[in-house]
């Protein structure tokens, strides 16, 4: 494992390739998210076996694992220091600095610095279900080089998501919470009233900084009119301290698992203390945003994926679905349903569900670094053991994707895809140009005969769904 890692801050890339040249997986971005799905694969016993599959980790630092934490140097980590850690024992790693392994949160400017070395410029999609990867290195635009694989993840960090009815109010000079976490902005002493926009953790922390340089500043959050939260979420350990705090939340609001109280959507750190300190700032639900009864108006509603380019093999842009807290993707981790695309980390994730952990009642992504190295990165190791998309998933994008003259047939009459796998046997015929067909899966598994046109060929394919 040692090496492994070695391998990656020297270079650009740790890949291994398949005997006919494709990897199983790339993963965009080794930060904590894309480090700790390899930490995830190490702690169950099939790290080899993964670079025996093939992976490649582009990132665009020598080394892996800060991401750009480091950027943030005005804040402290909204979880412990020891969460960095739990890996290191299972693993058998020493730590570099074991000082920063404590009970207690951490500065993100201790995390180590970034270098640029290789940056993706897009994704698209082969003929043959493939991706094939373009970045370049060095920051050497004129030069591309490629890689090509079956699964893709999208490790990239995510970016500051301002919500439309915001942006729309076209008079209001808008100011981002990224800002003044990367220092590039400092609070203003002089203000008198300050708008923040949302009820995210980088909110609350916004507001535990203002506070902080600026205690004489009245601090105002603000939510939208048509939102039911009314007060911030706030992790606690147990129900017991939450009711000590009189603090009130419902049953939902409690993870089973550990009794904790808002054990993934609450706020931790910096971000919750100031929140408790309820004396300290506002809050109000608007329709329309006043910008005249502020001196500054900053957005902290959360972040959405850092996103790249990708396209389908005709060339159409794939585009991700935007939710509440950031980019939407399935149970399995996947962008887009038919496929191996999968994105997590900061501005994409999983929702909270059973296999997860996490309080029934939360809609926020499961996001931290512990997550991405146990449940989360457990529930994208499994996806990407499948080895990609499914008998029944290929047929259904090949035949809704390729070919002039398709028919399915389940047993004796022409049905759909869907009503084909409730009785469990389909028959797919297809006519297609000779040169779009490269599907490797499909054609694996399907008879293949010479069209009377010399250009087109006929697939046929019996299969049990």
């Not at 501005?347 to 009642?361: M, T, V």
Request: one cysteine or more; charged letters at 25%; glycine letters at 10%.
């Amino acid at each position: 494992m040692n090496n492994e890692i070695r391998e990656c801050q020297e270079g650009y890339t740790r890949d291994t390739t398949t005997s006919n040249g494709i990897l199983h997986t790339v993963i965009i971005g080794g930060g904590p998210a894309g480090c700790g799905l390899l930490t995830n694969f190490a702690l169950n016993g099939q790290y080899d076996d993964m670079l025996n599959r093939g992976i490649a980790v582009i990132e665009s630092s020598p080394r892996l694992g800060g991401g750009s934490l480091n950027k943030y140097n005005q804040l402290r980590t909204n979880s412990h220091g020891s969460a960095f850690f739990d890996a290191f024992e299972g693993l058998g790693l020493e730590s570099h600095d074991s000082t920063l392994n404590r009970n207690d949160v951490i500065p993100m400017s201790d995390l180590h610095p970034r270098y640029a070395c290789a940056s993706v410029t897009d994704v698209k999609e082969r003929t043959d279900g493939t991706y094939c990867i373009r970045y370049t290195q060095n920051g050497a635009q004129d030069t591309l080089s490629e890689l090509v694989a079956s699964n893709v993840c999208i490790c990239t960090g995510g970016k500051p998501l301002t919500p439309s009815w915001l942006l729309e109010e076209r008079n209001i000079h808008i100011e981002e919470a990224n800002e003044y976490f990367q220092g590039t902005r400092s609070p203003d002493p002089e203000a008198k009233k300050i708008a923040i926009v949302g009820f995210s953790h980088s909110a609350f922390s916004l507001g535990h900084l203002w506070h902080t340089k600026s205690p004489n500043t009245n601090i105002t959050f603000i939510r939208r009119t048509n939102r039911t939260q009314t007060q911030p979420f706030i992790y606690f350990p147990t129900t017991e301290e939450a009711n000590a705090a009189e603090y009130p939340f419902a049953k939902a609001d409690v993870c089973l698992e550990t009794n904790r109280v808002h054990r993934f959507g609450g706020l931790r750190g910096d971000a919750r203390e100031f929140a408790l300190q309820t004396d300290s700032y506002n809050t109000i639900a608007v329709h329309k945003l006043e910008a005249e009864d502020y001196d500054h108006v900053i957005a902290a509603c959360g972040y959405k994926i850092h996103w790249i380019p990708i396209m389908d093999r005709y060339g159409k842009k794939l585009e991700p679905e935007y939710k509440q807290g950031g980019t939407k993707v399935d149970s399995k981790g996947r962008l887009f349903a038919d496929h191996q695309i999968y994105a997590f980390g900061l501005g994409a994730g999983l929702s909270p569900d059973e296999k997860i952990g996490g309080e029934p009642g939360c809609t926020r992504r499961s996001d931290g670094i512990w997550l991405y190295q146990y449940t989360v990165g457990s529930v994208i190791r499994a996806s990407l053991q499948r080895g990609g998309p499914s008998q029944h998933e290929c047929m259904g994008k090949f035949f809704n994707g390729v070919g002039e003259n398709l028919s399915l047939e389940a047993r004796e009459s022409e049905e759909t895809i869907e009503q084909a796998k409730e009785k469990e046997v389909a028959t797919l015929r297809c006519v297609t140009k000779e040169s779009e067909f490269g599907f490797e899966k499909v054609a694996k598994m399907a008879q293949v005969v010479k069209h009377e046109k010399e250009d087109l060929v006929v697939l046929e394919m019996k299969m049990i769904l």
